[in-house]
């Protein structure tokens, strides 16, 4: 199968809005694909860092701000991740 005839449902797929054959067989390729299980990864954080944003942050023009927001996204997961010393 093409990632790229998958880019399309990879959004669809993070947040389960895929009619039940649709989200098996990217759900499928999803698990046999690293590229495209890190891009919906990806997708993920970045819709859980939006949830946490103040309402009034979310209105307004976004045009321009998704590669700010995805990158603020990514820090705030990894903020989160517990730190172990490797000694």
Same mark, same amino acid.
Do not use: K, Y
């Given at each position: 199968?093409?990632?790229?005839?998958?880019?399309?449902?990879?959004?669809?797929? /993070?947040?389960?809005?895929?009619? =039940?054959? #649709? !989200?098996?067989?990217? +759900?499928?390729?999803? %698990?046999?694909?690293?590229?495209?299980?890190?891009?919906?990864?990806?997708?993920?954080?970045?819709? /859980?860092?939006?949830?946490?944003? =103040?309402? #009034? !942050?979310?209105?307004? +023009?976004?045009?321009? %701000?998704?590669?700010?927001?995805?990158?603020?996204?990514?820090?705030?997961?990894?903020?989160?991740?517990?730190?172990?010393?490797?000694?």
């Amino acid at each position: 199968m093409n990632c790229e005839q998958e880019l399309p449902d990879l959004a669809a797929h /993070a947040v389960g809005a895929l009619d =039940p054959a #649709e !989200e098996v067989r990217v +759900d499928r390729h999803v %698990r046999a694909c690293p590229a495209c299980a890190t891009e919906v990864d990806g997708i993920r954080t970045t819709l /859980a860092a939006v949830r946490r944003l =103040p309402v #009034e !942050e979310t209105l307004g +023009d976004w045009s321009g %701000r998704l590669p700010e927001l995805r990158e603020a996204a990514v820090r705030a997961a990894l903020a989160e991740i517990p730190r172990t010393n490797s000694s």
